[in-house]
């Protein structure tokens, strides 16, 4: 296992210093420049009096101050935290009271940072290009101007923390007034690049293509912190918009990509609309994985069939860094339709009274290695109830066959996963109940043949409350960000209960089935009902909706909103759009045009 010097002399090696590291869609940036960036910053953190064993959060679009910042905190002994730019007002200051930084560094544009009690710098505003459909993936200002740092003096980086010492606190889904923070040392993240160097070969020669976002775990650490530890280079080109696809899967041969990073959103999205089968028939290329999320079975045969490449099923939590258990790319470890097998871990079946199960019998999912976390920030009683003798409970169910592969067949918590997201619906009633006139939300996952899930909810108004579902889901965006909130949402009477109290969540799903069979012939007969459909999918008023507008006026219209607005209008008017149609809309203008001939 390599240690932070070992890192840094290869990073600042001479025979290095003119070889990419990371290339953005603008420019890149060569090991040379990168090791300038890592010093510069390093003077930056002990000017601000930061040193080994503190703690910074880091919240920005601009790519390049966010990966820097990252590596040079980790080669200082600082562990970071990274937020998503659209993280919500409540859950920020939710997060900095967990976490307690001794710095922030965030865009000086974010309202969520508009009032905090601990130091902070801001990074001046740039205007980034609007319109990219897949923002919820990929925030990107590829700017490589630093300037804003020049008045710090470089310095080398401190290179002393140990294995137990915190390397991230990477915080999950949860609620707001409890957010869980993922303590992930030295000793957790060097020992899981092992194992995904060993699995998948990684070296100084590999070329990585990962454009998930940098504020998740498989962002960061299987992107820039992956291709620091390898010495190679990372690629992190445009968005893949419906209009920038073909630029993007061509850059795996123009780039010479040997390695591919996605989610199962992406692979649907590929299988959809990419126009050729052939962009990973290269000498180079080794190996597609896909992480974040369950792999359709279908789905993964398709892209398998279409694109002749093996894809990777990877299962881990962020709790266990990045992964752990490996479906491929060996035929030993391969297995379709199962997460595979554990690779430098223990796994093991437990039935609900904690009884080790045998094969093909279905319990909940433990785990246990180096990878798995020490715990959670500042709290003892979630830890206490998620790790039990060193096994990681990770509230998956699944079951083991009889030649040892895991397949994943439910989840024990209450976890819904949209696009690769993991959202939690206890946060999402939180929300809800913030509003006045709510009195009991109850949340599910709905499934969805490209996302996986989507969140549907459920609220009671209280007493000669008018609200409507539209009012509801306009007023939640101040308090969640925008892939957390419901796609719908149904006014009850009452919540399904039992006998304990709690909501029968299968009832509510019974709700959801029956509305769907009732209105699967819906059709849009006129404009005004073209525009409330568009409205619902990109959460905002109708009247502010014309037929001019494009994804560049709305936030909102990134590429899941896309692509849900598609499926909606597929479903409302019988019949799949060409991908030739679908490409060509960059307005609803388009999009109606297309969808009236269908009338």
Same mark, same amino acid.
């Given at each position: 296992?390599? @240690?932070?010097?070992?890192?840094?002399?290869?990073?600042?090696?001479?025979?290095?210093?003119?070889?990419?590291?990371?290339?953005?869609?603008?420019?890149?940036?060569?090991?040379? %420049?990168?090791?300038?960036?890592?010093?510069?910053?390093?003077?930056?953190?002990?000017?601000?009096?930061?040193?080994?064993?503190?703690?910074?959060?880091?919240?920005?679009?601009?790519?390049?101050?966010?990966?820097?910042?990252?590596?040079?905190?980790?080669?200082?002994?600082?562990?970071?935290?990274?937020?998503?730019?659209?993280?919500?007002?409540?859950?920020?200051?939710?997060?900095?009271?967990?976490?307690?930084?001794?710095?922030?560094?965030?865009?000086?544009?974010?309202?969520?940072?508009?009032?905090?009690?601990?130091?902070?710098?801001?990074?001046?505003?740039?205007?980034?290009?609007?319109?990219?459909?897949?923002?919820?993936?990929?925030?990107?200002?590829?700017?490589?101007?630093?300037?804003?740092?020049?008045?710090?003096?470089?310095?080398?980086?401190?290179?002393?923390?140990?294995?137990?010492?915190?390397?991230?606190?990477?915080?999950?889904?949860? &609620? @707001?007034?409890?957010?869980?923070?993922?303590?992930?040392?030295?000793?957790?993240?060097?020992?899981?690049?092992?194992?995904?160097?060993?699995?998948?070969?990684?070296?100084?020669?590999?070329?990585?293509?990962?454009?998930?976002?940098?504020?998740?775990?498989?962002?960061?650490?299987?992107?820039?912190?992956?291709?620091?530890?390898?010495?190679?280079?990372?690629?992190?080109?445009?968005?893949?918009?419906?209009?920038?696809?073909?630029?993007?899967?061509?850059?795996?041969?123009?780039?010479?990509?040997?390695?591919?990073? &996605?989610?199962?959103?992406?692979?649907?999205?590929?299988?959809?609309?990419?126009?050729?089968?052939?962009?990973?028939?290269?000498?180079?290329?080794?190996?597609?994985?896909?992480?974040?999320?369950?792999?359709?079975?279908?789905?993964?045969?398709?892209?398998?069939?279409?694109?002749?490449?093996?894809?990777?099923?990877?299962?881990?939590? &962020?709790?266990?860094?990045?992964?752990?258990?490996?479906?491929?790319?060996?035929?030993?470890?391969?297995?379709?339709?199962?997460?595979?097998?554990?690779?430098?871990?223990?796994?093991?079946?437990?039935?609900?009274?904690?009884?080790?199960?045998?094969?093909?019998?279905?319990?909940?999912?433990?785990?246990?290695?180096?990878?798995?976390?020490?715990?959670?920030?500042?709290?003892?009683?979630?830890?206490?109830?998620?790790?039990?003798?060193?096994?990681?409970?990770?509230?998956?169910?699944?079951?083991?066959?009889?030649?040892?592969?895991?397949?994943?067949?439910?989840?024990?918590?209450?976890?819904?996963?949209?696009?690769?997201?993991?959202?939690?619906?206890?946060?999402?009633?939180?929300?809800?109940?913030?509003? %006045?006139?709510?009195? %009991?939300?109850?949340?599910?996952?709905?499934?969805?043949?490209?996302?996986?899930?989507?969140? @549907?909810?459920?609220?009671?108004?209280?007493?000669?409350?008018?609200?409507?579902?539209?009012?509801?889901?306009?007023?939640?965006?101040?308090?969640?960000?925008?892939?957390?909130?419901?796609?719908?949402?149904?006014?009850?009477?009452?919540?399904?209960?039992?006998?304990?109290?709690?909501?029968?969540?299968?009832?509510?799903?019974?709700?959801?089935?029956?509305?769907?069979?009732?209105?699967?012939?819906?059709?849009?007969?006129?404009?005004?009902?073209?525009?409330?459909?568009?409205?619902?999918?990109?959460?905002?008023?109708?009247?502010?909706?014309?037929?001019?507008?494009?994804?560049?006026?709305?936030?909102?219209?990134?590429?899941?909103?896309?692509?849900?607005?598609?499926?909606?209008?597929?479903?409302?008017?019988?019949?799949?759009?060409?991908?030739?149609?679908?490409?060509?809309?960059?307005?609803?203008?388009?999009?109606?045009?297309?969808?009236?001939?269908?009338?």
């Amino acid at each position: 296992m390599k @240690t932070l010097n070992d890192i840094y002399q290869i990073l600042s090696s001479e025979s290095n210093k003119k070889k990419t590291f990371i290339k953005f869609e603008a420019r890149h940036f060569n090991y040379q %420049e990168v090791t300038l960036s890592v010093r510069k910053l390093s003077g930056f953190f002990r000017y601000h009096c930061l040193e080994k064993g503190h703690r910074v959060l880091i919240c920005s679009d601009r790519e390049d101050i966010v990966v820097f910042s990252v590596l040079s905190a980790l080669l200082n002994g600082i562990s970071s935290a990274v937020l998503p730019t659209d993280v919500s007002s409540h859950r920020a200051q939710s997060i900095l009271d967990t976490y307690q930084p001794d710095l922030i560094v965030f865009d000086d544009n974010l309202t969520a940072f508009s009032d905090v009690r601990f130091p902070y710098f801001k990074i001046k505003e740039k205007k980034a290009p609007k319109g990219s459909l897949l923002s919820r993936f990929i925030n990107r200002d590829n700017s490589p101007d630093l300037s804003m740092f020049e008045a710090f003096e470089a310095e080398e980086p401190n290179l002393s923390a140990m294995s137990d010492d915190l390397a991230f606190v990477n915080f999950t889904s949860g &609620t @707001t007034s409890s957010p869980k923070g993922v303590k992930i040392t030295y000793k957790n993240l060097f020992s899981h690049l092992e194992t995904l160097g060993k699995q998948f070969s990684y070296n100084a020669d590999s070329r990585i293509l990962n454009n998930l976002t940098l504020s998740h775990a498989d962002g960061m650490i299987q992107g820039p912190v992956l291709a620091l530890y390898y010495a190679c280079s990372l690629y992190r080109p445009c968005s893949t918009d419906l209009q920038k696809l073909e630029y993007f899967l061509n850059s795996i041969h123009r780039e010479q990509i040997t390695h591919m990073i &996605t989610v199962p959103t992406i692979l649907s999205f590929m299988d959809r609309f990419a126009s050729y089968n052939d962009y990973f028939d290269t000498r180079f290329f080794q190996h597609l994985l896909s992480v974040a999320g369950a792999l359709n079975k279908d789905l993964w045969k398709r892209v398998e069939r279409r694109f002749k490449t093996r894809v990777c099923n990877v299962y881990g939590l &962020t709790e266990t860094v990045a992964g752990g258990v490996f479906c491929g790319p060996n035929d030993s470890t391969y297995k379709t339709g199962s997460v595979g097998v554990p690779i430098d871990m223990d796994v093991k079946i437990v039935s609900k009274e904690g009884v080790e199960l045998s094969e093909n019998a279905e319990g909940e999912i433990l785990l246990k290695g180096d990878n798995v976390f020490e715990g959670y920030l500042n709290n003892v009683q979630a830890t206490e109830a998620a790790v039990k003798d060193e096994w990681f409970l990770t509230g998956d169910l699944g079951y083991r066959d009889e030649e040892g592969f895991l397949f994943i067949s439910g989840r024990a918590k209450e976890l819904i996963i949209s696009g690769g997201f993991n959202i939690h619906p206890a946060e999402v009633n939180e929300a809800l109940l913030k509003i %006045e006139g709510v009195a %009991e939300a109850a949340t599910v996952g709905e499934p969805h043949p490209d996302l996986q899930e989507t969140v @549907t909810s459920f609220v009671v108004l209280k007493a000669d409350v008018s609200e409507t579902k539209d009012s509801l889901l306009r007023k939640l965006p101040v308090f969640l960000e925008h892939y957390k909130v419901p796609k719908d949402l149904f006014i009850v009477d009452q919540l399904p209960v039992g006998d304990s109290g709690k909501v029968i969540l299968s009832e509510l799903k019974k709700i959801i089935s029956h509305s769907r069979n009732k209105h699967k012939k819906e059709e849009i007969l006129d404009l005004d009902a073209f525009f409330a459909l568009v409205s619902k999918e990109l959460n905002v008023e109708k009247n502010v909706l014309s037929l001019s507008t494009s994804s560049q006026d709305l936030p909102s219209w990134d590429s899941l909103a896309h692509l849900n607005i598609i499926v909606s209008v597929e479903s409302a008017i019988g019949f799949k759009l060409s991908n030739q149609d679908v490409v060509s809309i960059t307005s609803l203008n388009d999009l109606w045009k297309i969808a009236s001939k269908g009338l």
